[in-house]
């Protein structure tokens, strides 16, 4: 397809398949110098980090479809591998590597990239749109965090439960030992990915490595099953019964997961690595293994009394390797957990910028690549969220059936929110948009639909997570903008205060204030200090910090700088998505713009507020004093902006809401 006119100035699009050029993008600064060996790192870290929750369905995707069956003959495996080929290379090749992963908003992508890419306009019609939009992207966001919380429990789960195949008394282990490595995943989350990634890497190269050898191995007893790949295999399965190959669709979907993962992980490594990755080893393997199982399947069918211990994917390992590879399986599910985690990471940090979480602490990992972030508050609520799942569900193919009820939902929503990009910013002919998204659409809602089935058997659980999620950035976004309009109703204009002040002859002191402001309004702390010093600094500075769609924003069109009369100033900064708001930074920058600020006698001034849940907005008194707790939690503006914490003056302020 020919690259759309009229493109967005703020939209990046990638052209290639794995060119030093796409790779760039990702990380938003430095990718672009990096060496052919820093390219090859970035590979191979995104296959340790971006790959290992696709790189862990074997472990339980076919089993469940057999389990689910019943049974498995020939024409029954054969319909079946051809159904996971042609997931794969529509879902995860063409809709995700070919189309998705080139909206990214200079080099970011996630839910969240893609909203930020929407024009905003001034028409009722637009706002409308874009309120439906930015609803499924909350949506679509806390179905992700919900497999944040799910990919670490079934990866884990599958790779423990098979010291039951070793050993069947060893089943009393598995809950025991799946905590512990749980626990150390959240644990090494503080080093950051680009760190795991070096480490995990290779452990993961060796993990495909071997799938793709035991696949091969098991292909060459029945090179026959190559020929799954002809579409008919899964038309006669369909065909034979429509109504069990239908609700196959439930599991056949968990070869697919961690697709829309990998989108929001453009930023930890780049567009092209993963590309890398996924074409020259990932892919390759993940097919070899899956016809593997199959031909193992076909040549061992199970009875019905071996179907609750019924585990292809080792059946294909030497008994005398089993040991050593369930250590390996483990390493995997533990990598596997990263793309998720990192990915998460990434989302809850566009939510803090555009205002649906309350501020949280981000730590960036690392000096060179800005996507690389750990958000311990996030880190440690998973935590507590996977072994919560643990030990509600005990087994990974009871967790299996809430895992395929969450991924296609955000299928759908993400082809949507592309489909609405390439329409409005990028000005695609809708017929294509719509037979290309359509065709996804429908393919991820029958996904979807067979999954209804499991509603009453684990599927209520992601959707439970992910009302939890969508409730909390609803309330707090709802809630902010109504605590904002009460503030700008109750506050002078800046002018009107400067006014007052020159009339009322305010005495001066010597000094620089610093008063950070949302907005052109008299900050409330500018306001009370005054009333109760009855003094003021010689020069007085308003910095606002105000956030804005793009990732990141250059230091050249960052400050804005204005004067204002009795020694005042206004500084404007613009904030991207994915940064963190710096006041000293902006500061410095301000002064190479004319500002005359001496940083060695500074105060600044800040409003602590106390949000009290008894006001008139249009929200429920329980969600009311959800907004107070989340609001009681946020970050203090002292770590928000980076700001001294020697040299800071809080004013206490109460607001209903």
Request: charged content about 15%.
């Amino acid at each position: 397809m020919a690259s759309p006119s009229n493109m967005s100035a703020d939209t990046e699009v990638s052209k290639g398949f794995g060119d030093p050029a796409s790779g760039a993008q990702g990380g938003g600064h430095g990718h672009g110098s990096q060496s052919a060996r820093g390219f090859f790192m970035l590979a191979l870290g995104s296959v340790g980090v971006v790959f290992g929750d696709i790189g862990t369905s074997p472990l339980y995707a076919l089993q469940e479809t057999v389990i689910k069956h019943g049974s498995a003959d020939r024409p029954f495996v054969m319909g079946v591998l051809s159904l996971v080929f042609w997931a794969l290379l529509l879902i995860v090749v063409l809709k995700y590597q070919v189309f998705i992963m080139r909206a990214t908003n200079r080099g970011e992508g996630g839910l969240f990239s893609l909203l930020s890419l929407l024009p905003r306009g001034l028409a009722r019609r637009s706002d409308l749109r874009l309120a439906f939009f930015g609803m499924i992207a909350i949506f679509g966001s806390a179905r992700l965090r919900g497999f944040g919380v799910i990919t670490p429990s079934i990866s884990v789960l599958s790779a423990m439960e098979c010291l039951s195949v070793h050993n069947p008394a060893l089943e009393s282990w598995i809950a025991p030992l799946t905590t512990v490595v749980l626990v150390f995943i959240f644990a090494v989350q503080r080093f950051g990915t680009g760190h795991i990634g070096k480490v995990f890497g290779p452990v993961m190269i060796l993990w495909f490595t071997v799938l793709g050898v035991l696949g091969a191995r098991s292909v060459l007893q029945d090179p026959s099953v190559l020929e799954a790949v002809n579409p008919l295999h899964a038309v006669r399965l369909v065909a034979s019964d429509p109504g069990s190959t239908f609700l196959l669709l439930g599991s056949i979907v968990l070869v697919v997961t961690g697709a829309d993962a990998r989108y929001a992980d453009i930023g930890h490594f780049g567009i092209g690595p993963i590309r890398i990755g996924w074409f020259s080893i990932v892919w390759p393997c993940l097919l070899l293994n899956y016809f593997g199982q199959g031909a193992w399947i076909i040549a061992n069918p199970p009875t019905p009394e071996q179907l609750s211990e019924y585990k292809p994917f080792y059946g294909l390992v030497p008994a005398s390797l089993v040991i050593p590879m369930v250590v390996l399986a483990t390493a995997a599910t533990i990598i596997a957990s990263q793309a998720m985690i990192s990915g998460v990471f990434s989302m809850a940090r566009q939510a803090i910028r555009l205002n649906y979480l309350p501020r949280l602490k981000v730590v960036h990992t690392s000096s060179a690549t800005e996507g690389q972030i750990y958000v311990p508050f996030i880190n440690w609520t998973m935590m507590v969220g996977c072994l919560t799942t643990v030990f509600l569900f005990r087994s990974a193919t009871a967790l299996a059936e809430a895992y395929g009820m969450a991924v296609p939902a955000v299928m759908v929503i993400t082809s949507l929110l592309f489909a609405e990009v390439a329409l409005r910013t990028w000005r695609w002919k809708p017929w294509i948009v719509w037979s290309v998204m359509g065709t996804f659409i429908a393919i991820a809602l029958l996904f979807l639909a067979s999954n209804v089935a499991k509603l009453l058997h684990g599927g209520w659980y992601a959707l439970a997570i992910a009302a939890v999620g969508a409730t909390v950035m609803l309330t707090w976004h709802q809630g902010s903008l109504a605590i904002g309009r009460r503030l700008a109703e109750q506050t002078e204009s800046i002018h009107e205060f400067l006014a007052r002040l020159w009339a009322e002859v305010i005495p001066r002191v010597p000094g620089t204030a610093v008063f950070m402001t949302p907005s052109a309004q008299a900050p409330f702390a500018l306001i009370s200090f005054v009333t109760h010093a009855h003094v003021l600094h010689e020069q007085v500075i308003l910095l606002s910090m105000v956030p804005c769609d793009e990732p990141y924003v250059n230091d050249r069109d960052r400050v804005a700088v204005r004067w204002m009369p009795d020694g005042c100033w206004s500084v404007t900064s613009q904030v991207g998505v994915m940064e963190e708001p710096d006041a000293l930074r902006v500061l410095a920058l301000a002064r190479e713009r004319g500002l005359p600020f001496d940083d060695t006698n500074v105060t600044y001034f800040a409003r602590k507020m106390q949000i009290v849940p008894d006001g008139q907005a249009p929200m429920a008194r329980w969600r009311k004093s959800l907004y107070a707790l989340l609001h009681s939690n946020a970050a203090d503006v002292t770590s928000a902006f980076n700001l001294p914490s020697d040299r800071v003056v809080e004013f206490g302020v109460s607001s209903n809401v």
